[in-house]
């Protein structure tokens, strides 16, 4: 499972199984949709799993998410995906 920034700054997240050939062909616009029209990308996440459903089922999990929470996940701020996992109307304020 990984997450690209595409040069917009929006986040693609997917799913592989050989992660330099598929980064290739987005790099390539051969890649996603989105990706293909938001040129050049940069891989800033990635997570290695023993088999592929179960990087499509994170895929799809981490999609889910909002901008916030997936930029906790790149940047390794992990105890603040729990608050990050709230709707921002039932956080509390600080």
């Not at 992660?19 to 050049?40: C, D, F, I, V, Y």
Request: hydrophobic share 30%; aromatic share 14%; glycine share 6%.
């Amino acid at each position: 499972m990984y997450i690209l920034e595409c040069s917009d700054g929006s986040y693609y997240t997917g799913s592989t199984k050989d992660l330099k050939r598929r980064l290739e062909q987005h790099q390539s616009g051969e890649g996603a949709n989105h990706t293909a029209k938001r040129l050049p990308v940069k891989l800033v996440y990635y997570e290695e799993y023993k088999r592929i459903d179960y990087a499509f089922d994170r895929e799809k999990q981490v999609q889910g998410w909002s901008r916030a929470k997936k930029e906790a996940l790149i940047f390794g701020h992990f105890n603040d995906l729990p608050e990050l996992a709230i709707p921002y109307r039932f956080r509390t304020k600080e």
